[in-house]
Every structure is written in structure tokens, then in C-alpha cells.
Nanobody, 126 residues
Framework: VQLVESGGGLVQAGGSLRLSCSAS???????????IGWFRQAPGKEREAVSC????????DYADSVKGRFTISSDNAKNTVYIPMNNRKREDRAVYYC?????????????????WGQGTQVTVYS
């Protein structure tokens, strides 16, 4: 599976940004058989889970730090997952990665994701 993130950039604190993750080249099944997760790694910190979605049934999960500000969604016709991020905070500054897990149950467990994108940088300034 090939994953390509887009939408990163510079955003002012309190502003909004939407990241996209486009998937292709499925080894097993199709897009609807995978979970897509978003993870981020801030400078000097370990990578952490942000959100995930089951493209099979639409169930989602979020890290506490982004609940109420980020909303993940999936457009199965376009093989793309979106994560609009509102009310950006300085601590949201990180490289954001999307990842794919073959399965129908949404999971925030990083070790279960086998396919990863290259990442997209998000910088928040005040």
C-alpha cells in the first residue's frame, strides 16, 4: 500500500488546516478493508497516535489532546482520509504521518500499522 500525505504547512495558532492521506496499491482487498491512522512526531518527542478511522464502518478514535478539535473522515470513493484540524495549538507542531492497517477495527495502536506514508510537516506559529 502506498500512502501519500498532503496539506501540511504553516498555520497560525487558532487557525485551521486539513491534512489528506491518499492510498493506492492495495495488496489485500481494497480501501474499505483497511484502517487508516494519523500519527505525529514533534521535535525531540516520540511518535504518538492522533486519530484513526475504520474505512469499513466509519468508526473513529482520537487522542485526548485533539478531541473536539480534529475530525477524521473517509471518502472511500477517492481512497482518501481527511483530518481537518481546527483551533491549532503550538503543541500541534509536528510531522504528521498516515498509516494503514489491514483490518476492519479502528485502532490507535501504532505497532499494528504496517504501511506508512512519508509524512507532512505542520508548523504552528503565534
Amino acid at each position: 500500500v502506498q500512502l501519500v500525505e498532503s496539506g501540511g504547512g504553516l498555520v497560525q495558532a487558532g487557525g485551521s488546516l486539513r491534512l489528506s492521506c491518499s492510498a493506492s496499491g492495495f495488496t489485500f482487498g481494497d480501501f474499505g478493508d483497511y484502517n487508516i491512522g494519523w500519527f505525529r512526531q514533534a521535535p525531540g518527542k516520540e511518535r504518538e497516535a492522533v486519530s484513526c478511522i475504520s474505512t469499513f464502518d466509519g468508526t473513529t478514535d482520537y487522542a485526548d489532546s485533539v478531541k473536539g478539535r480534529f475530525t477524521i473522515s473517509s471518502d472511500n470513493a477517492k481512497n482518501t482520509v481527511y483530518i481537518p484540524m481546527n483551533n491549532r495549538k503550538r503543541e500541534d507542531r509536528a510531522v504528521y504521518y498516515c498509516a494503514a492497517n489491514y483490518g476492519t477495527k479502528a485502532t490507535m495502536s501504532e505497532e499494528l500499522y504496517a504501511e506508512w506514508g512519508q509524512g507532512t510537516q505542520v508548523t504552528v506559529y503565534s
